[in-house]
């Protein structure tokens, strides 16, 4: 069974464009959650999905934000960048949106805003 | 506000001994604690989770130890060896959603 794969792997912006990025789930999962992973702030949530709606949502300015389509893949974007918003964007996926459902990781999305 | 955190931030320890982290919680509301293992470049990958009905799990080479009543639980990796070498997280999550909250991290260096 293929593992989470987001695309791109590597991006590189300046300061006030936008972005996307794209996170495809594992077969069979359904939500898919987004997190931050910088080396002053570690790994913090920005949001999950499931079933098309956003469940829940991290301490992030709307700057961020997310959608999922039908077929579970989910894209965050983020307009306006900034230079503290170069960081490794990481995707997970799980079956469901509750209990202890195990959490995968995909290979992240390296994002550096020049 | 740092809901879980971790200890210490890096260790080093030979080929063969224990590596010990250590995680503690704030927020009573967290019910499944699992740790992840995270390469230079990759993703963090699940290794062992717990809830904290069990005071301790074990797999392979990995041990998780619960203590609820001090809101802490840790991560044991038994004969270290060099392929171990990675950052360990620690992390909570409630019952409903997904959310997972991490500590900030070990990096483990396990010299030959």
């Known amino acids: 069974k293929a593992g989470v794969t987001q695309t791109p792997r590597y991006l590189i912006k300046t300061r006030g464009q936008q972005v996307t990025l794209s996170c495809s789930p594992i077969?069979?999962?359904?939500?898919v959650s987004w997190y931050q992973q910088t080396p002053g702030q570690g790994l913090q949530f920005l949001f999950e999905?499931?079933?098309?709606?956003?469940?829940n949502k991290g301490n992030f300015p709307g700057r961020f934000s997310g959608r999922q389509f039908s077929n579970s893949r989910s894209e965050m974007n983020v307009s306006t960048l900034e230079l503290g918003d170069s960081a490794l964007y990481l995707c997970a996926s799980s079956l469901g949106p509750s209990g202890s459902n195990e959490q995968f990781f995909g290979p992240g999305t390296r994002l550096t805003v020049l | 506000q740092q809901q879980v955190k971790q200890s210490p931030q890096s260790l080093i320890v030979q080929k063969g001994g224990i590596s010990i982290i250590n995680c503690a919680y704030e927020n009573t509301a967290f019910d499944y604690f699992p740790w992840y293992q995270q390469f230079p470049g990759k993703g963090p990958a699940l290794l062992i989770a717990?809830?904290?009905?069990?005071s301790e799990k074990k797999e392979g080479r990995f041990t998780i130890s619960f203590n609820k009543s001090a809101k802490q639980f840790s991560l044991h990796i038994m004969d270290s060896q060099p392929g171990d070498s990675a950052t360990y997280f620690c992390?909570?999550?409630?019952?409903?959603?997904?959310?997972?909250?991490f500590g900030g991290g070990t990096r483990v260096l396990v010299k030959p």
């Open positions: 077969s069979g999962h359904r939500s």
């Open positions: 992390a909570a999550k409630k019952a409903a959603g997904n959310k997972l909250t």
């Open positions: 999905y499931f079933s098309e709606t956003q469940r």
């Open positions: 717990i809830r904290p009905d069990v």
